[in-house]
């Protein structure tokens, strides 16, 4: 998978992160030249995605970031993309712009819910309304694009040669007993991150499903 963001301050950085933390692969597309860092904090970032994916932009040199190159530059980020989750959005969020020209161009539009009274969460909520595929986990986005995700022919255990330390860790204690993935956090050592994206590779290479209530448990046990 490909995760595709602007690279700006929040979900886009954190979206990127995530991606290069499980050795992902993500593409930036930016609001403004190549040669300019925008925001500032984040030229380490781009440097990172330009190893592991890449950093474009359609716009020329010298040209800066305002409110008229973030709307253009969305319509990139949701055409290069299969599905489009928004995790957070105010009522006139540039989110809502991407989700609607994800629509636009057929792709599926995700959106997370919040709670009620959060301003940051009126946009998803309007989303859902208009259609939009409610988000809670990993799973309701996989199971859209199933179809790209076919079953692993290899055979369980040559499988679990190929896991690194914190899968295997993760794996043993799940073959054990059921756990919610708070109780995974505290008898793993894991930090909450890296718990998360243990259990996201565990669940992509089908050795953990997760059932309701955020509960793990082996595959076949």
Known sequence: ?????????????SAHYGALYAKGRTLCVLGNGI???????????????????????????????DRQSFPIRNRIVAGMTLGTIVVEANAKSGA???????NDYGRQVFAVP??????????????IKNGAT???SMEDVLSEFEYLFPPS???????ITDLNDSERQVLELVQAEDLHID????TSGLSVAEASVTLLQLEMKRFIPQQPGHIYSAAGK
Request: aromatic share 6%; proline share 9%.
């Open 1 to 13: 998978m490909t995760i595709v963001s602007g690279g700006a301050r929040g979900i886009d950085s």
């Open 153 to 159: 022919s290899k055979p369980l255990e040559l499988a």
């Open 114 to 127: 919040g709670p009620i009274h959060s301003p940051r969460s009126k946009g998803c909520h309007k989303l």
């Open 96 to 102: 809502l712009i991407t989700a609607n020209m994800a």
């Open 134 to 136: 409610l988000c809670e």
């Open 183 to 186: 109780d995974l956090v505290r």
């Open 35 to 65: 040669n300019l860092i925008y925001p500032p904090e984040n030229r380490e970032l781009f440097d990172q995605i330009a190893e592991n994916g890449a950093v474009l932009t359609q716009f020329p040199f010298n040209r800066p970031a």
